[in-house]
Antibody, heavy 120, light 107 residues
């Protein structure tokens, strides 16, 4: 079964750090771009970042540039999101998602999400 | 960043109704547009890609159209399992952006 499983969320104080993880199975992880998408409580979807198959090209939404870092380990079939200098507005459910097999920029496989709460 | 604007933000409909949701991009995006369905507490699910391509396993009552800046998602015969929130997303340029969502509720 093709799936991604996201984890690592939790409660963190403003200014703190957290690392999210995403494990992939059922497909050739190293052949796909991968993304993180978040959803603040009661709000819509916001694309956060993505990373190319070889890990050498990444893109970020402006609001996280310089604070978040996306990375991957193809040998471990894993995707990561290192989040530093966290702010209240980073509170959200974070979804790991696979970019489509066609190479286009939509997401066709999603994790269940992991919740990040930034609060003192 | 390209802004995606959906209308309406919410709508009430009955089972069997035809429902249309529109999505407008703030600039040209060709057909680089996807539609997602999200149910409460669940991850989004892609319905339509490239503006009009029905994804595998998605019922044929869903259809998409449009190009350039104006797009439409149509549900031809609303079923009970279609009550959800729908989002459009452009993948023409970075950062990828979503519309604010359209909540389809039971009348």
């Amino acid at each position: 079964e093709v799936q991604v499983v996201d984890s690592g969320g939790g409660l963190v104080q403003p200014g703190g750090s957290l690392r999210l993880s995403c494990g992939a199975s059922g497909f050739t992880f190293s052949s796909y771009w991968m993304s993180w998408v978040r959803q603040a409580p009661g709000k819509g979807l916001e694309w956060v970042a993505n990373i190319r198959q070889d890990g050498n090209e990444m893109y970020y939404v402006d609001s996280v540039k310089g604070r978040f870092r996306i990375s991957r380990d193809n040998a471990m079939n894993s995707l990561y999101l290192q989040m530093n200098s966290l702010r209240d507005e980073d509170t959200a459910v974070y979804y790991c998602a696979r970019d489509s097999s066609s190479g286009l920029g939509f997401m066709d496989v999603w994790g269940k999400g992991t919740t990040v709460t930034v609060s003192s | 960043a390209i802004r995606m604007t959906q209308s309406p933000s919410s709508l009430s409909a009955s089972t069997g109704d035809r429902v249309t949701i529109t999505c407008r991009a703030s600039q040209y995006i060709s057909t680089y547009l996807a539609w997602y369905q999200q149910k409460p507490g669940k991850a989004p699910k892609v319905l339509i890609s490239s503006a009009s391509t029905l994804e595998s396993g998605v019922p044929s009552r869903f259809s998409g159209s449009g190009s350039g800046t104006d797009f439409t998602l149509t549900i031809s015969y609303l079923q009970s399992e279609d009550f959800a929130t729908y989002y459009c997303q452009q993948f023409y340029s970075y950062p990828r952006t979503f519309g604010q969502g359209t909540k389809v509720e039971i009348k």
